[in-house]
């Protein structure tokens, strides 16, 4: 578990566990539904819970991992990721979703900076993350960390929508 301060408050970060966190997870996409009616086009369900532990390449399953922030004991961030992806020096990340109620405050900026002390104490270089074109916010919010597009955009569907995935990198 990581710890950290944000604005006067202690938040956790801790490894989730779907049997653990599933019903706690699922409430959390639900009561931020704005992220899967933009990019998947569908409220979020079982389905999108079910995605976050197992959505990843073959052979890249018991790579993949979910952190969740809590500020007394409430959700307030998830973020998964697959370690060792597309190489051994690389983490791949998923979905990073902020509860609406603390998003423009700079506490996603202050997740993703802990996020990558701790790859980079794991020895990882560098960081690849995929965003969706029509996620505007979270473009500016990864080009606001530094994140760089470095390969050709490419289609690709999610729940009901087509969409065109960004690719961006960082070093750690």
Avoid at 13 to 36: C, M, P, R, T, Y
Avoid at 93 to 105: A, E, F, N, P, S
Avoid at 153 to 167: D, P, Q, T, W
């Amino acid at each position: 578990m990581n710890n950290f301060v944000f604005k006067n408050v202690i938040c956790s970060l801790v490894e989730l566990d779907i049997i653990i966190h599933g019903k706690a997870i699922l409430e959390f996409f639900k009561n931020n539904s704005d992220f899967f009616k933009l990019c998947e086009g569908r409220e979020p369900d079982q389905k999108c819970l079910d995605d976050f532990f197992t959505d990843a390449p073959a052979n890249y399953l018991s790579k993949k991992k979910a952190w969740g922030c809590f500020v007394n004991s409430q959700l307030r961030a998830v973020i998964d990721y697959i370690e060792g992806y597309p190489d051994d020096k690389t983490v791949f990340g998923g979905l990073l979703l902020v509860d609406q109620l603390w998003r423009g405050q700079g506490f996603g900026q202050c997740i993703t900076q802990v996020f990558r002390s701790a790859l980079l104490e794991k020895g990882f270089q560098k960081v690849r993350i995929a965003v969706l074109e029509q996620n505007i916010n979270a473009l500016k919010v990864w080009k606001g960390a530094g994140f760089k597009e470095v390969l050709p955009r490419k289609k690709k569907k999610f729940g009901e929508l087509e969409s065109v995935v960004v690719f961006m990198e960082i070093y750690l």
